[in-house]
């Protein structure tokens, strides 16, 4: 078996994963199983810079805030603010204090200085503007989508006044209050200023479509792609706020699947504009639904990736990341029965592996599925291996 094992595996490089896919895709993907180990970070980063110097991947699109990720791809191409400070304020979920991430926009940066436009590599963030314990106002995405037509387009086409969207908004506190993630009693997604807001939303986002030939021919492709991120920024956060006030058992389903949309937009986005890396959990960008436990309830989605996929086709290409070990962690020694375990012995410490070829020769004697002792690290379903391009294999994670 180890022998096996051995002819399948390849180095992690980008010219033996782009090999192992029946076509070049438009979004390849790159997922995780575990967040915030800056080594999986850097195996990323390599990745990437293999990709843009070498295939012609041009962009990067990570987990985090897609509002916000806009100051980090205006340092990268035009050195706008100070690296500290978009390493502050460019991520979310607290990834501006990776140390990978630091590096990833510091070479990206660099990599454009001297560079023409049309050479530059790309950021950007392709999740909604949401944590955890909340979702933001829908103000910023909104309130930027209006004054851009206002700009642009004849003012009497405009549905409302700027100063009619600041009086249905509100304060902001009201719809970033941290309560109502688990109260939808708290939340104002169904008052009847958000019914009116999302009206208003999509009376702005249907006058963008429907004088999109203007804007392409009066600015730059740059403001029409902004205008777009702010309209379905907008209506997102509008559907995801009306979710959190829903008082029925299917509340948080709603809202994770909403999220994914979300970023299944955003990622459909990207692909028009050309090829990009992805790099997420492997839970939104896996092609099968994605489970998890919430509030004591399991619950079942259809990720980022399985939406991008039914679009994309071939054009969609999705590597998992398997590990070994993450010993900080209590993550020992896989069984040997897993696939991590039956992986673990490459002497190798990383591996590209193809899936399918691997499924095929684990057929006699199929694996189990590997439990985890630590919550935040979701080992690899062998029943999910057929559903992958890839597999990464990371054999022992060390402490970041």
Request: hydrophobic share 40%.
């Amino acid at each position: 078996m180890a022998t096996d094992l051995k002819d399948l595996a390849h180095p992690v490089e980008a010219a033996a994963l782009l090999k192992l896919l029946p076509a070049r895709p438009r979004l390849l993907a790159l997922g995780e199983p575990t967040h915030g180990e800056d080594s999986l970070l850097h195996l990323r980063n390599g990745l990437f810079r293999q990709l843009a110097e070498d295939e012609g991947y041009r962009t990067i699109a990570l987990e985090t805030d897609c509002l916000r990720g806009l100051a980090v791809d205006a340092y990268v191409t035009a050195g706008s603010g100070t690296l500290d400070a978009v390493m502050e304020d460019g991520f979310s979920h607290g990834w501006g204090a990776s140390e990978a991430n630091r590096d990833l926009v510091r070479w990206m940066r660099a990599h454009n200085e001297n560079r023409p436009p049309a050479e530059h590599v790309r950021f950007a963030g392709f999740d909604g503007p949401l944590e955890i314990t909340a979702a933001a106002s829908p103000r910023e995405a909104l309130t930027a989508l209006h004054d851009l037509l206002a700009t642009a387009v004849d003012p009497a086409l405009l549905p409302c006044a700027r100063d009619t969207l600041d009086g249905l908004l509100g304060p902001d506190d009201r719809w970033t209050e941290p309560a109502a993630m688990r109260d939808p009693a708290r939340s104002v997604g169904r008052t009847p200023e958000a019914g009116h807001l999302r009206l208003l939303a999509d009376d702005l986002e249907t006058l963008l479509d429907t004088e999109a030939p203007h804007l392409r021919a009066t600015g730059a492709p740059e403001t029409l792609d902004r205008a777009r991120l702010y309209a379905r920024t907008a209506t997102g956060l509008l559907r995801y706020h009306h979710a959190m006030a829903d008082p029925s058992p299917a509340r948080l389903a709603r809202m994770v699947a909403l999220r994914d949309r979300m970023m299944a937009d955003n990622l459909l986005a990207l692909a028009a504009r050309g090829p990009a890396f992805v790099h997420s959990h492997n839970s939104h960008l896996q092609r099968e639904r994605s489970t998890m436990r919430m509030g004591g309830r399991p619950l079942t989605w259809w990720s980022a990736g399985a939406l991008v996929s039914t679009h994309l086709g071939e054009r969609y290409a999705f590597a998992a990341t398997a590990l070994g070990t993450i010993r900080h962690r209590g993550v020992d020694t896989p069984p040997p029965d897993t696939v991590e375990g039956l992986l673990y012995v490459l002497p190798a410490a990383h591996r590209i592996v193809d899936p399918r070829r691997l499924a095929a020769t684990l057929t006699p004697r199929p694996p189990v599925a590997r439990v985890s002792p630590w919550f935040g690290y979701a080992p690899l379903d062998p029943a999910r291996l057929t559903g992958l391009d890839a597999l990464v294999f990371v054999k022992d994670l060390p402490e970041s």
